[in-house]
């Protein structure tokens, strides 16, 4: 809940949206990053161990982001096998009910979560494409400095088309898994002790009920 009386709401609403500011522009300088360092690796590609270390590391968080999503599903897995996909559930961070996304728009309902994690992979494109674009008045601005190192910089710092498609593309096939959970999650149950099934999210919906 965003609270409980209207004043309550109207201070949960401008501390989630100034929570949300300052996640888009820690989350626009990480993908920046993100991508530069992306494209001095592929410049690097020709060290056979760094091409195989990166295709390794991929399919690794692949994997755990699979073993996490299967891990929602609510089946009596055995105690070992279970916490272990706990555990994996600790890389896919539910961002939106982290941020409290829902409370920036007024309510945190089931409409506005539907809305949020399904939209999030529109939100992702449009982050990377956000620092595809400011990269180029970076790249300029780092030119200007009488310095080689800036220079040198500037040149990997500017992100074109092709940078973006690659990135894009990059961040899809990784945690297509978790993207693909999170959509989902909205219609995952989890059983109680006195045997009521209820929506994860939201506990005060009851599943199959209408």
């Keep these: 809940l965003c609270g409980e009386t209207a004043q309550d709401r109207e201070e949960s609403q401008a501390s989630a949206q100034l ?9 626009l300088t990480i993908v920046l ?3 530069v360092l992306l494209g001095r ?9 760094l091409r195989r270390l990166k295709l390794a590391t991929r ?19 055995p105690e ?9 559930t600790l890389f896919t961070v539910q961002i939106d009910a982290l941020l409290q996304l829902g409370c920036s728009v007024g309510e945190q309902t089931v409409v506005t979560s539907l809305a ?3 939209f999030m992979p529109i939100a992702v494109v449009a982050l990377v494409a956000l620092a595809t674009l400011i990269s180029v008045p970076m790249g300029a601005l780092l030119r200007r400095f009488p310095c080689a190192r800036c220079h040198s910089f500037a040149h990997v710092m500017v992100q074109d088309v092709d940078s973006f ?8 096939s990784i945690y297509f898994a978790t993207l693909t ?7 995952t149950c989890m059983r109680h002790p006195n045997g009521a099934l209820t929506v994860i999210l939201h506990p005060e919906l009851t599943c199959g009920s209408d």
């Design 41 to 49: 690796s592929q410049r690097m590609s020709k060290f056979v161990r």
């Design 80 to 88: 070992v096998v279970r916490q272990i996909l706990e555990t994996c």
């Design 165 to 172: 498609i690659k990135f894009v593309y990059l961040m899809w």
């Design 19 to 27: 929570r949300v500011a300052i996640m888009a522009l820690v989350a």
């Design 181 to 187: 959970g999170n959509s989902l999650l909205i219609f």
């Design 116 to 118: 949020i994690k399904w």
């Design 59 to 77: 399919q690794m968080l692949k994997h755990v982001q699979l073993l996490a999503v299967i891990g929602r599903v609510q089946i009596p897995w």
């Design 33 to 35: 990053l993100a991508m």
